[in-house]
């Protein structure tokens, strides 16, 4: 079956602009998971969804971050007002379950902002 | 941070021999998992090992836990040039966190 998608797959945008990032999981999975990662570094995480309850935004940076989930389906992250320091890979992931789950990543959005 | 490090950053070997990658981390666990990446992109999950393992096995895989000393190995035995990724621990913290803690990665290359 189909895995994660993710578009773009690149995304250049100019400091200040806003960028909407997509994440498609995999159908039937109700978790889902935002990280950020900067170039030669781990993941970093952002915010977790799962079913209908409230999303775990503990990671997310700043106010300029958010994300929304529709249902157990597709999720966006929103950056607003990007800055030179966003640039990095942002990868997503689904998975059955909570975190005691496999979880299947994406192949990320590399975000540059110039 | 509450990140784990992995040592060593990088590791360059020959085509057959053996690679491992160690992996500390701060706090206790329900469990770690190893995940595979590849250019930089998305990561495949390798094994999951539980706080009351002590080792696991998946094919030419074989990953240790001392939970005593905050720590985890990975060996990939008889290596090949396409296991070049690099690898990172992850850990599912017992705080309730939502999320796993990565560790920094490990640059494996595999010289044919």
């Known amino acids: 079956g189909a895995g994660v998608s993710q578009s773009p797959s690149n995304k250049v945008t100019e400091k200040g602009k806003d960028v909407e990032l997509r994440c498609d999981p995999i159908s039937g999975h109700t978790a889902l998971y935002w990280y950020r990662q900067r170039l030669g570094q781990g993941l970093e995480f952002l915010i977790y969804?799962?079913?209908?309850?409230?999303?775990?935004k503990s990671g997310l940076p700043s106010d300029r971050f958010s994300a929304e989930r529709t249902g157990e389906s597709v999720s966006t992250l929103t950056i607003q007002r990007t800055q030179q320091e966003d640039s990095a890979v942002y990868l997503c992931a689904s998975s059955l379950g909570d975190i005691s789950y496999e979880q299947y990543f994406g192949p990320g959005t590399r975000l540059t902002v110039t | 941070s509450q990140q784990g490090e992995e040592d060593p950053q990088a590791l360059s070997i020959q085509e057959g021999e053996n690679a491992t990658m160690n992996c500390s981390y701060k706090t206790s666990i329900n469990n770690l998992q190893w995940y595979r990446q590849n250019s930089g992109r998305g990561l495949v999950h390798l094994i999951l090992i539980r706080s009351n393992e002590r080792e696991k096995h998946s094919g030419r895989l074989r990953v240790t836990l001392d939970t005593s000393k905050k720590s985890s190995s990975l060996l990939i035995t008889a290596s090949r040039a396409a296991d070049t990724a690099s690898y990172f621990c992850?850990?599912?913290?017992?705080?309730?966190?939502?999320?796993?803690?990565f560790g920094t990665g490990t640059r494996l290359t595999v010289i044919p």
């Open positions: 969804f799962q079913g209908n309850s409230a999303p775990d």
């Open positions: 992850a850990a599912q913290h017992q705080t309730g966190a939502n999320n796993l803690f």
